[in-house]
């Protein structure tokens, strides 16, 4: 099982609204990512867990909270986002400590209103 | 610090003829290469990648890429494009750990 799965598929969120955005993958690997993509625009880091602690944080704004709450999961928490925040936002995984490939999902597709 | 460049931001080519997209890099020690494709409103997906040994690396769906250290380039190639392979394709660089660097994409469309 190569894949990286992403729930929801399309989100649609106000300013005001809390919602989480969730990350699975079964390929036993310890590292897990957030990219956030613009339109027309290469995927840009966002966060990296590795063997479960927080290892890279790309000075992202606080209203963008990740957890990884086991190897296998990782979820990021929206609250107070803004429309330029609007995006898709893409998960993926590798073996930790080795960059020999990270495998990523389909994505989720943010709209904030 | 590490960085990719992809010279072409949109390549048009006839189904059945070849393809070469540029890349360049750059990074103080030996990089990790990678090319990606992307569908529109999809995920990546790795198509090949390079890390030591064999400068000509074979990928996935018919695609190689070469790498040219004294030119700091990983140009990817196809003998003949099909219509399927319209898509974004990202040149990205990895070398500091655990983090990649992406270039910024060339839209390969395909006529017929």
């Known amino acids: 099982d190569t894949e990286v799965t992403q729930t929801p598929k399309h989100l649609v969120m106000g300013m005001t609204n809390k919602k989480s955005l969730k990350c699975e993958q079964h390929m036993g690997h310890r590292a897990m990512y957030w990219y956030k993509q613009k339109a027309k625009k290469p995927p840009e880091l966002m966060f990296v867990?590795?063997?479960?602690?927080?290892?890279i944080n790309e000075s992202v704004p606080s209203r963008f909270s990740p957890e990884c709450p086991n190897s296998s999961l990782l979820n990021l928490h929206l609250h107070a986002l803004q429309p330029e925040d609007s995006a898709l936002y893409l998960c993926?995984?590798?073996?930790?400590?080795?960059?020999?490939?990270?495998?990523f999902g389909p994505g989720t597709r943010l709209t904030v209103t | 610090a590490q960085s990719v460049t992809q010279p072409d931001i949109h390549i048009t080519v006839s189904e059945g003829a070849s393809l070469e997209l540029r890349c360049n890099y750059s990074?103080?020690?030996?990089?990790?290469l990678f090319w990606y494709v992307q569908s529109p409103g999809q995920g990546l997906q790795l198509l090949l990648k390079y890390f030591s040994g064999d400068t000509l690396v074979q990928g996935i769906k018919g695609f190689e890429a070469e790498f040219k250290r004294s030119q700091s380039s990983f140009n990817l190639r196809k003998p003949s494009v099909h219509w399927s392979d319209a898509a974004e394709y990202f040149c990205a660089v990895g070398g500091g750990y655990q983090k990649v660097t992406f270039g910024t994409g060339t839209k390969l469309q395909v006529i017929p």
């Open positions: 990074y103080g020690a030996t990089p990790y």
């Open positions: 993926a995984s590798s073996q930790s400590g080795d960059l020999r490939e990270q495998y």
């Open positions: 867990y590795s063997y479960e602690k927080l290892s």
